[in-house]
């Protein structure tokens, strides 16, 4: 994975744009830490294979980016992306990387399931 090229980001989420695509999204503050140390709040969460449709889709701030998506009744939103996969043309992979390389939070989306 490198590092989001916001513009490249842009141009997937406009492409998966008004058709059903598959959600995965994830999200977590070190759920398994509170093990090892007490004052570790657990927090987690984790949604995949979801199905969405979104009308407009966007990618925004200067690193970490927040990617938000409109949906007919609501609102996806995720925040503190840092990397994707830009080989994958298929899917829109995107994650977000603590500042010694652990994921944070993910959010990917795809035509077919993940």
């Known amino acids: ?29 070190g759920a398994y830490a509170a093990h090892y140390d007490s004052s570790k709040h657990p927090a987690a969460t984790f949604i995949t294979n979801a199905r969405i449709r979104y009308t407009n889709g966007s ?9 938000g998506l ?3 009744n609501g ?18 992979i995107l994650a977000g990387h603590d500042s010694q390389g652990k994921l944070v939070v993910a959010l990917q989306l795809s035509q077919t399931p993940f």
């Not at 990618?59 to 990617?67: A, C, D, K, L, S």
């Not at 609102?75 to 829109?92: A, C, F, I, M, N």
């Open 75 to 92: 609102w996806v939103y995720s925040e503190g992306l840092t990397h994707w996969d830009e080989t994958d043309r298929e899917r829109l």
């Open 59 to 67: 990618i925004e701030g200067n690193g970490p980016y927040r990617v």
């Open 1 to 29: 994975m490198n590092l989001i090229n916001p513009v490249e980001v842009q141009l997937m989420l406009n492409q998966l744009s008004d058709q059903e695509v598959y959600l995965h999204l994830e999200m977590t503050t």
């Open 70 to 72: 409109k949906t007919g």
